[in-house]
């Protein structure tokens, strides 16, 4: 099965100011494309033809496969991890992990920049679930993501330099104070249910 790239969850002008659809249109349009044509060039007549996308990252050896399958994986949850609808908390079973964890939102978002802006290179920045059903920040490099492991992503901030330097240039930290204006608690939420 073809691989497709999906649609945003909200207009392309939705983000801004914090992110432009000039962004969106290079980041979206070229940089999530591209990882969906490779995926697709690379499983075409071969045994992960119709294998699901999370079967191939979690079966795929490190190199173009995994880091295709991956990107495709991260940027559809990364553009899940963002919402029109800005200014929100986390509620419930997920604000009470976050303050049993940290001790408040205000720590954890501190906590989270601090490891997000430290990310050397190109990666991401996760809340995840862990096991034994607490909260963790984790970070990632390259194309990795937290379903090779034991942890459940709840919300990702994508920090490769192609997710912010329109908007931000070399300013990560910046970009990652925007982020939280926009980040998706209702989707963080879900995933910790």
């Given at each position: ?11 392309k002008t939705a983000l ?176 910790f249910a």
């Amino acid at each position: 099965m073809a691989h497709e790239l999906p649609a945003l969850p909200y207009d392309k002008t939705a983000l801004a100011p914090e992110i432009s659809s000039n962004t969106l249109d290079f980041h979206y349009g070229k940089h999530h494309q591209a990882y969906v044509n490779n995926l697709n060039n690379l499983i075409k007549d071969t045994d992960n033809a119709s294998a699901s996308l999370e079967d191939i990252i979690k079966k795929a050896p490190a190199g173009g496969l995994f880091n295709n399958a991956a990107q495709v994986w991260n940027h559809t949850f990364y553009w899940n991890s963002m919402s029109a609808t800005k200014g929100q908390a986390p509620k419930g079973a997920l604000a009470a992990a976050i303050d049993k964890k940290w001790g408040s939102f205000d720590k954890f978002k501190e906590e989270f920049t601090a490891k997000a802006v430290g990310t050397f290179g190109s990666g991401w920045a996760w809340l995840v679930k862990t096991a034994d059903g607490g909260v963790d920040i984790e970070t990632t490099t390259g194309a990795g993501t937290p379903i090779t492991g034991a942890n459940k992503p709840l919300i990702t901030c994508d920090v490769w330099e192609h997710a912010y330097y329109l908007d931000y240039q070399n300013l990560r930290t910046a970009y990652v104070a925007a982020w939280f204006n926009i980040a998706n608690w209702a989707f963080a939420e879900s995933n910790f249910a």
